[in-house]
């Protein structure tokens, strides 16, 4: 209750309007910044190298159906969820402590502002970065698509419009993410390193350690019992023998469900699970392996309406790690020396 009180109390204050100035006043600055310029060159490189490689590749016609499918469905995406959590981090956490660090808070808190419309102003500016970034890629995507000659259905193209405020409010998360760290941290330095820390690992440490804790928990595969020709058998077909052998995929499913299980806590599974989702990719993890086990369709005819019903609770997950911090942010603001 008490932090739902402090959000109520930074969102409905008094004075709404000199957020918003503060606000469009970051994001006018912002947007001339190389920082800005440099982010917006990344998903531009992003746009074609997906949609190029893409068309040159072709869509995997033994798991996919559309090449929309393929490019989101697959690791090609990567590099975009990888983005926009830099992008959100990197404003959010820069936010408050270059303006302490520079000196300028201190004159802002000389002004008749409450701190609680600069902290919101400072929110309010970070997600217009945000948003601006990421219709520039959406924008883009779509441009280089058409001018290329790839190939995407009316069904694709709304199925990614519907991913864009999924795309928005994860990077949310990981301004207010920053958003923390920067009313916790003064020195630019420090700040750039927390900023590091916690972009790696989100989206790099806390995989690799969730896959070794599965595996120690699921234990190492099983051997299934080999015929007795096996010694005749090719290195592929002793391959598909031990993969498709039902003690294995139990194993397989086993480890891949605990390590989904411990991702849980991260914001880029749930996001990554909302766009296979959106996109029509199996609901259940173990559909998924063995698909991929039995060369078969990742992917299954289901309506948007289904799509977007299947993703609600990882909507809401996303929604409670954007708020979880912003009651902190506050609090650590209201009583923070701007001198």
């Known amino acids: 209750m008490v932090i739902f009180k402090y959000l109520l109390k930074v969102i409905f204050s008094g004075g709404t309007m000199e957020a918003i100035k503060i606000a469009l006043k970051d994001f006018e600055v912002s947007v001339r910044t190389k920082k800005f310029q440099s982010m917006v060159g990344l ?63 201190k004159i802002l808190g000389t002004k008749p502002i409450y701190r609680s419309q600069i902290i919101l102003g400072k929110l309010l500016g970070s997600s217009l970065i945000i948003f601006a ?18 190939p995407f259905s009316q069904e694709d193209f709304v199925r990614f419009l519907i991913t864009f405020p999924f795309s928005f409010l994860y990077g949310l998360i990981f301004s207010s993410f920053g958003l923390l760290i920067s009313v916790s941290i003064r020195k630019s330095k420090n700040v750039l390193i927390m900023v590091i820390f916690i972009f790696i690992f989100f989206n790099v440490l806390l995989s690799t350690i969730a896959g070794i804790v599965a595996l120690a928990i699921a234990g190492l595969p099983p051997i299934p019992e080999l015929p007795e020709n096996a010694l005749n058998l090719t290195e592929e077909e ?43 990719g199996k609901p259940q993890i173990s559909e998924v392996v063995s698909a991929i086990t039995y060369n078969e369709m990742v992917v299954e005819n289901r309506s948007l309406g289904e799509s977007l019903g299947l993703i609600f609770q990882n909507v809401i997950m996303l929604m409670i790690m954007f708020l979880l911090p912003l009651p902190v942010s506050y609090i650590k603001f209201i009583r923070a020396d701007l001198r």
């Open 43 to 105: 998903f531009i490189i992003i746009a074609i190298a997906l949609v190029y490689y893409s068309k040159v590749l072709g869509v995997s016609e033994e798991s996919y159906k559309t090449p929309f499918q393929m490019v989101f469905l697959s690791s090609f995406s990567n590099a975009f969820t990888y983005s926009i959590s830099l992008l959100g981090l990197l404003f959010g956490a820069t936010s408050i402590s270059n303006e302490i660090e520079n000196g300028t808070m």
């Open 238 to 280: 002793l391959e598909d023998l031990i993969l498709k052998d039902p003690s294995y995929q139990a194993w397989l499913t086993e480890l891949v469900n605990t390590t989904e299980k411990i991702l849980y806590i991260a914001p880029n599974y749930h996001y990554q699970e909302i766009m296979r989702l959106l996109f029509g």
């Open 133 to 150: 970034g990421l219709v520039i890629f959406y924008i883009l995507t779509v441009a280089f698509a058409l001018i290329i000659g790839f």
